[in-house]
């Protein structure tokens, strides 16, 4: 097993592939906020108890060698499901804040630099564990 197919690593790349594609979602909500009739869209957030119950489809899981284990699968999407932010539309019909938009843009941010802070320091423990 390489180590990018590691379970952890794997669950920590597809957070931040889904925190990558949600900041380009947020970016065509800021960019558009002037569009007549426009409304904001979000990607459907990530359910970590749907991840832990093996709802996902990727077989990527975890090997439960003992019945107290708890099997762990990760999803193999690169789509994420999109779905439209409630707000209030202006005269023109424009329902994007530029203020939630971008508190919504900053936390994405700071969620992606931890996913990747994690990731960098899984590999750097895995690398001296087998002593590299």
């Given at each position: 097993?390489?180590?990018p197919?590691?379970p952890?690593?794997?669950?920590?790349?597809e957070?931040m592939?889904?925190?990558?594609?949600?900041?380009?979602?947020?970016?065509?909500?800021?960019?558009?906020?002037?569009?007549?009739?426009y409304v904001?869209?979000d990607?459907?957030?990530?359910d970590?108890?749907?991840?832990?119950?093996?709802e996902?489809t990727?077989?990527n899981?975890?090997r439960a060698?003992?019945?107290?284990?708890?099997a762990?699968s990760?999803?193999?999407?690169?789509?994420?499901?999109?779905?439209?932010t409630?707000?209030?539309?202006?005269?023109?019909g424009?329902?994007?804040?530029?203020?939630?938009?971008?508190?919504?843009?900053?936390?994405?941010?700071?969620?992606?630099?931890?996913a990747?802070?994690l990731?960098?320091?899984?590999?750097?423990?895995?690398?001296?564990?087998?002593?590299?």
């Amino acid at each position: 097993m390489s180590m990018p197919d590691v379970p952890l690593l794997s669950l920590l790349r597809e957070r931040m592939t889904w925190l990558h594609q949600r900041q380009d979602v947020l970016s065509q909500n800021v960019a558009n906020a002037d569009t007549p009739g426009y409304v904001a869209r979000d990607l459907k957030a990530q359910d970590f108890s749907d991840i832990l119950s093996g709802e996902t489809t990727r077989g990527n899981a975890l090997r439960a060698t003992d019945p107290r284990h708890i099997a762990i699968s990760t999803s193999g999407h690169t789509q994420f499901e999109e779905e439209t932010t409630p707000g209030q539309a202006n005269p023109n019909g424009n329902a994007v804040s530029l203020e939630q938009e971008m508190i919504k843009v900053s936390e994405t941010q700071a969620q992606f630099q931890a996913a990747a802070n994690l990731y960098a320091k899984a590999l750097t423990m895995m690398k001296t564990a087998i002593g590299h």
